[in-house]
């Protein structure tokens, strides 16, 4: 008998996952991107150079393969393309949500809007286009929700796009960038809601939703919504919370019409209760539902999913889920629980052009690390504070019983990694004066708050050459090195300064008060860049 086959959407790492998988099921696996070098690629039997977004193509590709190849099912994970899968999968009747589900999940205004409907909690929103959005429009809008508020495309993912609005100053910037992240030049404008945030993935399956991860997410940086890291499971203890935020997390899945696969929940918990961010029928990107959640519960939720779209059951879900005492919902409520911890973390840079990268051995030597995945920065190239979840500069996870430690590993490792700037650089030294847009008032922010209170401590005239930066400082300035806030790379200030005396044992005479007040502004990389550029 020929063997089965499936087709998978994405060939980059969040896809590999499910490459693996597919050979686990002795499956044979044909992969379908737009980018002929992706990362998974020499992972796949096939390859073959589509675009996500073409689903006549990926359609005509599927049949082909059901034809000839004995194709099972169409499948993707962490993508933006679940409606692609969809597509072709209704046409050909293979397992996997409607295809009008999967617009409802993937469009974010209809996905508002099947909210609105049926009364699931969801923040007040408008939608607007590049053509039809006057004066008078967006005047009732502002009025409407008031400041903040946010805008984002409706049809994109890792906030590309995305960000807070908090005055006038900042909404026609705003809107233009969200417009130009959006496939069809369109955005929605929502209310800002307040409260901690989680991720939460979910299968639904044969009239149930078992919940396979819950996450904390770690979100920075206004007026954009950096997510540093995730920690799976979530720190909340509260159990009614959390049982509320599956609940509204459940409708949610029900008024989009999802039925057979993956979903995936951005939610926070307001003062009005829970809100959904959104919904995604998909597994998670971000290396939860690929890593962290397999890693923090055993299951391998990548080939679970997998199973039920080339029309398998997912045995091992079905027989390790315990079931929720939830009542009167359209599903029967199951969880997958985490029995230990996995945290997820991001090392970032400040403006500039990258001299070297170093660090990743002595971050993967760290107790408790699984992974050191660094993004393609290298030599040469122009990196910059995030604006969105792609622009950050590597990812590390971590795997304890404890979730402090977990936490505290994670943060270790990427504090080990530096990326060392290029001397005398303009983005740079904007950066450490304090240039900001007039439409993005403090961003980027410093990396210690102690940056804006500079007058008040006194700082050397000098460093001497070769001299250890922390001799010779002045009371204040002792004083304020005690602080144990940490900046985006998981330092203290004065582990920051030791840091550089271990790192440049030898350097020129330094000006004092330019040293510290790049440090405090950014962090050992700024250091390092100062006494690069003296």
Known sequence: MQEKSVLILGAGLMQK???????????????????????????????????????????EF????????????????????????????EKLGFQAHSFEAALNASIKNRMRECFKKEGVPSPDFFTISRDNLSAQRMEFIVQSLSFPFV????????????????????????????????????????????????????????????ITGFADRHIYYPPY???????????????????ELIKCFAQGIHALGLTSGAAKADIKYTCKGPQIGEIAARLSGG??????????????????????????????????????????????????????????????SIPGKVKSVNGFDNASKISGIKNVFPRSVKEGDT????????????????????????????????????????????????FLNGNCLE??????????????KLSQIELPETIAENESVLKNISESLEKALQSDEKDWNYLTALESAKRFDLLVPVHKEMDGRKFWSALFKGGLQAAIYISDSN
């Open 17 to 59: 996952p499910a490459i693996l998988s597919a050979k686990n099921l002795n499956l044979k696996c044909f992969v379908v991107d737009a980018n002929p070098n992706a990362e998974a690629i020499p992972y796949a039997d096939v390859f073959r150079q589509i675009d996500l977004k073409d689903r006549e193509g990926i359609l």
């Open 62 to 89: 599927a049949r082909e393969l059901k034809e000839k190849e004995n194709l099972s099912g169409i499948f993707t994970a962490g993508t933006d393309f679940s409606a692609s899968v969809s597509y072709a999968a």
């Open 151 to 210: 805008v984002k495309p409706v049809d994109n993912m890792g906030a590309r796009g995305c960000r807070m609005v908090r005055n006038e100053k900042e909404i026609k910037s705003a809107i233009n960038d969200a417009f130009e992240n959006s496939r069809s030049n369109s955005a929605i404008i929502e209310e800002y809601m307040e409260g901690p945030e989680f991720s939460i993935d979910a299968i639904v399956y044969e009239g149930s939703v078992t």
């Open 225 to 243: 919504f950096i997510e540093t890291g995730h920690t799976m499971p979530t720190a909340l203890g509260d159990q009614d919370k959390k049982l």
């Open 287 to 348: 290396y939860m539902s690929g890593w962290t959640y397999p890693y923090s519960s055993s299951c391998n939720l990548t080939e679970e999913a997998l199973k039920i779209a080339v029309g398998q059951k997912p045995d091992y879900l079905l027989k390790n889920r315990f079931p929720l005492p939830l009542k009167n919902l359209p599903f029967e409520l199951f969880i997958l629980p985490s029995e230990n911890v996995s945290a997820e973390r991001a090392w970032i």
């Open 383 to 430: 990196v910059d504070f995030p604006r969105n979840n792609v622009q950050k500069c590597g990812n590390v996870i971590s795997l304890n019983s404890d979730y402090e430690l977990a936490v505290s590993q994670a943060e270790k490792a990427c504090s080990k990694i530096l990326i060392r700037l290029e001397a005398n650089n303009e983005e740079t030294d904007a």
């Open 439 to 452: 439409n993005e008032e403090g961003f980027p922010p410093s990396a210690f708050s102690l940056y804006s």
